[in-house]
Nanobody
Framework: QVQLVESGGELVQAGGSLRLSCAAS????????MGWFRQAPGKEREFVAA????????DYADSVKGRFTISRDNAKNMVYLQMNILKPEDTAVYYC????????????????????WGQGTQVTVSS
C-alpha cells in the first residue's frame, strides 16, 4: 500500500520555475516506478514524466523534454518534478502516481499502468 501527497503547486509567471514534491508513505515505496501526470480543464489526464523504481531510467512527454526533470529520493520516500521555463499551456492539476507493479523493467507512461494516485496540486502559469 502506498499513499501519495503532492505539494508545491502555485501561480507563477511564464518563464518561471516550480518544484513539485510528492511524499509517499508505505514501506515499499522504493519498489515502484513513479510518474507525474497532469490534467487541464476539459482535457484528459496526460503523461508528464516517469522514473523507474531505482531511479536509473526516466521518460518525459515531448512537450516537457528539456524543461522538466523528474527525480526521486528513496531514502526520504520523495519524488520531485522540477519545472523550468514554464508556459501557460503547462497550467493543470499535477498528479503523482505509483506503478501498479513492483520492479517493472520499463518506465510506465500511461495512466492505466499506475494504481496509486495522489490528490493533485494546482499549477497555474500566467502569460
Amino acid at each position: 500500500q502506498v499513499q501519495l501527497v503532492e505539494s508545491g503547486g502555485e501561480l507563477v509567471q511564464a518563464g518561471g520555475s516550480l518544484r513539485l514534491s510528492c511524499a509517499a508513505s508505505g514501506r515499499t515505496f522504493s519498489s515502484y516506478a513513479m510518474g507525474w501526470f497532469r490534467q487541464a480543464p476539459g482535457k484528459e489526464r496526460e503523461f508528464v514524466a516517469a522514473i523507474s523504481w531505482s531511479g536509473s531510467r526516466t521518460d518525459y512527454a515531448d512537450s516537457v523534454k528539456g524543461r522538466f526533470t523528474i527525480s526521486r529520493d528513496n531514502a526520504k520516500n520523495m519524488v520531485y518534478l522540477q519545472m523550468n521555463i514554464l508556459k501557460p499551456e503547462d497550467t493543470a492539476v499535477y498528479y503523482c502516481a505509483a506503478d501498479a507493479q513492483k520492479y517493472t523493467v520499463l518506465v510506465p507512461t500511461t495512466p492505466y499502468e499506475y494504481y496509486y494516485w495522489g490528490q493533485g496540486t494546482q499549477v497555474t502559469v500566467s502569460s
